[in-house]
């Protein structure tokens, strides 16, 4: 009898391992990151605490831009987040790439479900508006409170702007600004790719500007914000709450 139950128990054992394992990463990173609204995986799905799903990867071949347009789940983990990257590459863009209806589900369809999510974040003499969904809101005061011992970076803090309901410019895309999850920080330092390089396209090779200093990136990026210096497409100003990308 006892061997028995202790092959019975191996037998559990490895089924259960064996669909953790077929688990993909991202739906892991997921499940970890947002807890409170994703439930399980299972086969290609994520489900979630409201009993609705979504299908992680649609199994499409897709070029640079279509990815950027219609993303799934497993999308946005085709580019691994690297901190210790100094420079992108040719269209590399780690956290760029977002699933529109992921987000949707996560933070809002709309502005008014969004807006019902916001609380009030102190920022340097600004009271800026941030989603305290999965604790977005006490991330970016945790940064706030590093930030208040380093006067020497303060200058690159000055009029911040986060919730703006709207779509990318020049896209038919959500920005992630109107998930209140995201802050632009001073653009009197700031540098984007489509200001330097003027007539450019998606797929265009560009020249690379940034005058944000690590030591902000860092303490950022600490507390599970992605950095827009990041990408082959910078945006340095940007800094987006995204704590998937760093398990």
């Known amino acids: 009898m006892n061997k028995t139950i202790a092959l019975l128990f191996i037998i559990c054992w490895s089924i259960a391992t064996n669909a953790q394992q077929s688990i993909p990463h991202g739906a892991k990173a997921l499940l970890k990151a947002y807890p409170q609204h994703v439930k399980t995986y299972k086969n290609n799905r994520l489900y979630f605490h409201d009993g609705t799903m979504m299908v992680y990867d649609d199994g499409k071949s897709k070029q640079f831009v279509e990815r950027m347009n219609n993303a799934d789940p497993d999308d946005m983990f085709l580019i691994p987040y690297n901190r210790k990257k100094k420079k992108p590459t040719y ?54 409170r590093e930030l208040e011992h380093r006067p020497h970076l303060h200058k690159y803090l000055q009029q911040s702007s986060t919730y ?56 950022f990026e600490r507390h599970g914000f992605i950095w827009g210096g990041r990408w082959y497409h910078y945006d340095t100003m940007h800094f987006e709450f995204r704590p998937e990308l760093f398990y």
């Open 91 to 144: 269209l590399h863009d780690p956290g760029r790439i977002r699933c529109d209806a992921f987000f949707r589900k996560i933070y809002g369809s709309t502005p008014q479900e969004v807006e019902k999510n916001l609380v009030k974040v102190s920022w340097f003499g600004q009271q800026l508006r941030f989603t305290s969904v999965c604790g977005a809101a006490d991330s970016l005061r945790a940064v706030a």
């Open 164 to 219: 703006y309901w709207r779509k990318v410019r020049g896209a038919d895309r959500l920005s992630p600004h109107s998930y209140g999850m995201t802050i632009d920080v001073c653009v009197e330092y700031s540098n984007f790719w489509q200001w330097s390089n003027k007539g450019k396209d998606e797929t265009d090779e560009i020249s690379y500007v940034n005058r944000i200093p690590q030591e902000l990136v860092d303490i």
